[in-house]
Nanobody, 126 residues
Framework: VQLQAFGGGLVQAGGSLRLSCAAS????????IGWFRQAPGQERENVAT????????YYVDSVKGRFAISRDSAKNTVNLQMNGLKPEDTALYYC????????????????????WGQGTLVTVSS
């Protein structure tokens, strides 16, 4: 499956952005779709993940209450609504697919995700 992430940009602290990840090809119901981010000199971090089957979600503690991940099955799209943005949210954001045959717990490890989009840059100014 090919993924295309878009929606990044420059925003002031406290502002909002909505990222979208469009998938071409079938997404199986057992798969997970995640958003990761990577800032310069930092490791890639799993920000949020959603199960395609039933929309269960995971968030890293630093974004809980500010970010919301959702899926649109009709459009094969996963969105990340980001509110209350902080300068430390500045990073290149990627969406990725974790291919599973059966339901499984969430994984925050990037190596468990096999398909990646090209990344969209989010810059939050103070």
């Amino acid at each position: 499956v090919q993924l295309q992430a878009f929606g990044g940009g420059l925003v002031q602290a406290g502002g909002s952005l909505r990222l979208s990840c469009a998938a071409s090809g079938d997404i199986l119901s057992s798969w997970h779709i995640g958003w990761f981010r990577q800032a310069p000199g930092q490791e890639r971090e799993n920000v949020a993940t959603i199960t395609w089957r039933n929309g269960k979600t995971y968030y890293v503690d630093s974004v809980k209450g500010r970010f919301a991940i959702s899926r649109d099955s009709a459009k094969n799209t996963v969105n990340l609504q980001m509110n209350g943005l902080k300068p430390e949210d500045t990073a290149l954001y990627y969406c990725a697919v974790r291919r599973l045959s059966n339901p499984a717990p969430f994984s925050t490890f990037a190596y468990t995700y096999t398909d990646w989009g090209q990344g969209t840059l989010v810059t939050v100014s103070s």
